[in-house]
T-cell receptor, first 115, second 113 residues
C-alpha cells in the first residue's frame, strides 16, 4: 500500500489568510483526491487531481477558493484561500490503489482551525 | 444521489464483546461497498470491501455482508479488543455516482478493559 504524508498536520489560522497543504506519496500515482471532513460530518470530496491536467472540482467547491496543484506523480497541494471559521475542518488527501479508484489510500489529514 | 447512513457513536464496549455497526445505503446502479477505519492519529485505511450482492468482506476478524434486499452492509466482529478502538466509516462507490467514494459520518468505537 502507498504511504502518504501531509504537511502541516495541524494549523491555526486567522480569517482572511490562506493555507497551503502538501500531500506527498511514496510511489507514483495517476489520481489524487482531496477531501474535507467538517466537525461531526462525513468526508466530502473536494476535487480530483490528475497530473498534467486541471483539477476536477465537485459541486459546491471552486478553484478560486481551493486551488490545487499537481506538479508530478507523487505530490499535490491544496490551498484554502481567504479562510473563514467555516473552513475549520480536517483536510485529507488520498490516492488510488492498485485496483484504481475503487480502493483508495488516505493520508493522516491536516486539522485546520480558523479563528 | 448516493448516500450512506451509519449508526451514531460513540459505541463503548468491553473487551471480548460482540460488535455490530449498522450501515445502510442509497445508490444508483450497483455500488461497491467498503468499511474504512481510522485509528487515532492515522489516516483512513481500507478495512474490507464487497463488490456485489451477497459478497462477504472480511479482514482482521471483522466481517460485513452486502445485502441488496435491505441495502445494508453492517460491520460485525465477534470479540473486540482494546486495539480496535477507532472511527469506522462505511462508504460506497457507484457508477451512477460518478465513481467517487461517498462516506457515512463515521462511528467511533471505544473498547475498554
Amino acid at each position: 500500500s502507498a504511504v502518504i504524508s501531509q504537511k502541516p498536520s495541524r494549523d491555526i489560522c486567522q480569517r482572511g489568510t490562506s493555507l497551503t497543504i502538501q500531500c506527498q506519496v511514496d510511489s507514483q500515482v495517476t489520481m489524487m483526491f482531496w477531501y474535507r471532513q467538517q466537525p461531526g460530518q462525513s468526508l466530502t470530496l473536494i476535487a480530483t487531481a490528475n497530473q498534467g491536467s486541471e483539477a476536477t472540482y465537485e459541486s459546491g467547491f471552486v478553484i478560486d477558493k481551493f486551488p490545487i496543484s499537481r506538479p508530478n506523480l507523487t505530490f499535490s497541494t491544496l490551498t484554502v484561500s481567504n479562510m473563514s471559521p467555516e473552513d475549520s475542518s480536517i483536510y485529507l488527501c488520498s490516492v488510488e490503489g492498485p485496483r484504481g479508484v475503487y480502493e483508495q489510500y488516505f493520508g493522516p489529514g491536516t486539522r485546520l482551525t480558523v479563528t | 444521489g448516493d448516500s450512506v447512513t451509519q449508526m451514531e457513536g460513540p459505541v463503548t464496549l468491553s473487551e471480548e464483546a460482540f460488535l455490530t455497526i449498522n450501515c445502510t445505503y442509497t445508490a444508483t446502479g450497483y455500488p461497491s461497498l467498503f468499511w474504512y477505519v481510522q485509528y487515532p492519529g492515522e489516516g483512513l485505511q481500507l478495512l474490507l470491501k464487497a463488490t456485489k450482492a451477497d459478497d462477504k468482506g472480511s479482514n482482521k476478524g471483522f466481517e460485513a455482508t452486502y445485502r441488496k434486499e435491505t441495502t445494508s452492509f453492517h460491520l460485525e466482529k465477534g470479540s473486540v479488543q482494546v486495539s480496535d478502538s477507532a472511527v469506522y466509516f462505511c462508504a460506497l462507490i457507484s457508477t451512477g455516482g460518478g465513481n467517487k467514494l461517498t462516506f457515512g459520518t463515521g462511528t467511533q468505537l471505544k473498547v475498554e478493559l
